[in-house]
């Protein structure tokens, strides 16, 4: 052990500039990669508490606002809401319940969000829908009832979050998918740093190593040093990662994003230490395999 510690330690002072080469890319790549994880969960938080609000809203014709399915100049008429209600109410595979909002608490709504805004005087109750709106049993299945319900007569529209939550959503993903595709790259070339690092150390202590193999050293022997060499350059670059993850959430999301847009939710810790936790892994996964892959084909003396 005493041998390892020191013959590592050699190394790290011999190869110094090389080793900090690979502790900022392994910072670097590890930090994207970490921060990926952390868009991924933030994603799929936001995806849960909204998908689960989505609800269809169907938007009854009025004189005012008309549809293909609008008889012209007329509102709908109440035997047209009865069959619509009605079509709604008997498709329980897929509906979970069916509120009915009338102009007047449609036009009481508008008027308390823009309590404060100068449009509030700017629409009448005779400018606002009559409307259902329909909870599902599952926000992901909500195709079936928006078809049947948008070719009923006294139907003007059918509006759902899916339009508006979709392309978010998916450049989101996108963003996390780059991030996380970025830190792949840089990862890669971490390794391929290890890897041409090890190929040096092995030339330098060519005559050493084929001493060692003559007196019968093993192959673990040999390769120790090397090993305990990359490792602590990843597991430096892991921790310096770890840091600015954490104090990314920390600063960013908590004390920041948290304060502004409390109606969100948002990651907290525990999505914190798994993102770190798989930083870790990866960075000793990407100390060792390059490692153990170079020194097998250039310990051979």
């Given at each position: 052990m005493r041998h390892a510690l020191s013959e590592t330690w050699s190394g790290?002072?011999?190869?110094?500039?090389?080793?900090?080469?690979?502790?900022?890319?392994?910072?670097?790549?590890?930090?994207?990669?970490?921060?990926?994880?952390?868009?991924?969960?933030?994603?799929?938080?936001l995806k849960d508490e909204w998908y689960d609000k989505i609800e269809v809203s169907v938007y009854l014709c009025t004189s005012k606002l008309q549809?293909?399915?609008?008889?012209?100049?007329?509102?709908?008429?109440?035997?047209?809401k009865a069959q619509i209600r009605?079509?709604?109410?008997?498709?329980?595979?897929?509906?979970?319940?069916?509120?009915?909002?009338?102009?007047a608490e449609a036009y009481a709504q508008f008027q308390d969000v823009f309590k404060d805004s100068p449009i509030k005087d700017s629409l009448t109750v005779d400018e606002m829908q009559d409307s259902y709106r329909v909870k599902l049993v599952d926000p992901q299945k909500y195709q079936n009832l928006e078809a049947q319900l948008a070719t009923m007569?006294?139907?003007?529209?059918?509006?759902?979050?899916?339009?508006i939550l979709d392309p978010v959503f998916k450049w989101l993903a996108a963003l996390?998918?780059?991030?996380?595709?970025?830190?792949?790259?840089?990862?890669?070339?971490?390794?391929?740093?290890?890897?041409?690092?090890?190929?040096?150390?092995?030339?330098?202590r060519g005559r050493e190593i084929g001493i060692m193999r003559l007196v019968g050293a093993s192959n673990f022997y040999i390769m120790g040093p090397f090993l305990l060499e990359s490792l602590i350059a990843g597991l430096i670059g892991a921790v310096f990662a770890s840091g600015t993850i954490v104090g990314a959430v920390y600063f960013i999301i908590m004390r920041n994003a948290q304060v502004s847009l409390e109606a969100f939710r948002w990651i907290g810790w525990p999505e914190t230490i798994v993102?770190?936790?798989?930083?870790?892994?990866?960075?000793?996964?990407?100390?060792?395999?390059?490692?153990?892959?170079?020194?097998?084909?250039?310990?051979?003396v």
């Amino acid at each position: 052990m005493r041998h390892a510690l020191s013959e590592t330690w050699s190394g790290l002072r011999r190869n110094l500039g090389i080793t900090i080469a690979v502790v900022m890319t392994m910072w670097v790549s590890l930090s994207l990669f970490g921060a990926g994880l952390i868009a991924a969960q933030q994603v799929n938080l936001l995806k849960d508490e909204w998908y689960d609000k989505i609800e269809v809203s169907v938007y009854l014709c009025t004189s005012k606002l008309q549809g293909a399915n609008c008889d012209p100049g007329q509102d709908a008429t109440e035997e047209q809401k009865a069959q619509i209600r009605d079509a709604i109410e008997k498709n329980t595979a897929e509906v979970q319940q069916v509120f009915y909002e009338s102009k007047a608490e449609a036009y009481a709504q508008f008027q308390d969000v823009f309590k404060d805004s100068p449009i509030k005087d700017s629409l009448t109750v005779d400018e606002m829908q009559d409307s259902y709106r329909v909870k599902l049993v599952d926000p992901q299945k909500y195709q079936n009832l928006e078809a049947q319900l948008a070719t009923m007569p006294g139907v003007q529209k059918t509006v759902d979050l899916h339009e508006i939550l979709d392309p978010v959503f998916k450049w989101l993903a996108a963003l996390q998918w780059g991030t996380i595709g970025l830190s792949v790259v840089l990862l890669l070339a971490a390794s391929l740093q290890i890897a041409t690092t090890i190929r040096m150390a092995t030339f330098t202590r060519g005559r050493e190593i084929g001493i060692m193999r003559l007196v019968g050293a093993s192959n673990f022997y040999i390769m120790g040093p090397f090993l305990l060499e990359s490792l602590i350059a990843g597991l430096i670059g892991a921790v310096f990662a770890s840091g600015t993850i954490v104090g990314a959430v920390y600063f960013i999301i908590m004390r920041n994003a948290q304060v502004s847009l409390e109606a969100f939710r948002w990651i907290g810790w525990p999505e914190t230490i798994v993102s770190v936790i798989s930083v870790f892994v990866v960075a000793i996964l990407l100390s060792i395999v390059p490692t153990v892959i170079s020194a097998r084909r250039y310990l051979r003396v």
